[in-house]
């Protein structure tokens, strides 16, 4: 008995996963504003549109911090969700490019699948973020790294869009 109660916690103890590199997804949430404008004839117009309640994050990857041969990258975006279309964030994953001389590109693509559906009226969008470590191999100087969108599950094919690209000497103190 006391063995099986061992194993169990032991068990259920390597399905944790830590939060630190995990994505992290978070609603933009609008408010309803009126616009009133008027027209040539003096009659008055309205209409109805949406605020954005939360910033919208901008497409970057960063380098937090440089140790011997890791890198602790933070990468964050946002993507558009309204109306008639559906868009969620499914996940983040790296095309790792090969190594040229002193040089190696890291290809972050962010997994976006369209779902059928309308959006709710008051979500405007999404806000994603992953902090992830990289090992690097001897003799790299240079980081190239790219973050790309890629749309997923619609009839039309899929397409991977470039977001943010950025080259960094690792050389230097970051």
């Not at 890291?106 to 009226?121: C, D, F, H, N, W």
Request: aromatic share 8%.
């Amino acid at each position: 008995m006391r063995n099986t109660i061992i194993v169990t916690v032991l068990w259920m103890l390597s399905g944790c996963i830590s939060h630190e590199n995990s994505l992290h997804i978070t609603v933009i949430e609008g408010t309803p504003k009126r616009i009133v404008k008027e027209n040539e004839m003096q009659q008055k117009q309205y209409y109805n549109t949406y605020s954005d309640n939360a910033e919208r994050l901008i497409p970057t990857i960063r380098i937090l911090s440089k140790e011997h041969n890791s890198l602790k990258l933070s990468i964050q975006g946002n993507i558009s969700s309204a109306g008639l279309s559906i868009n969620k964030v499914r996940k983040l994953r790296l095309e790792e490019g090969t190594l040229e001389e002193n040089r190696i590109t890291l290809k972050y693509i962010v997994e976006i699948e369209k779902i059928p559906g309308k959006e709710s009226a008051n979500i405007r969008g999404y806000n994603y973020g992953q902090t992830v470590n990289y090992s690097l191999s001897k003799g790299v100087k240079y980081v190239k790294v790219q973050l790309y969108e890629n749309y997923t599950g619609s009839h039309l094919a899929e397409r991977q869009t470039l977001v943010f690209e950025e080259t960094f000497n690792i050389t230097e103190s970051t």
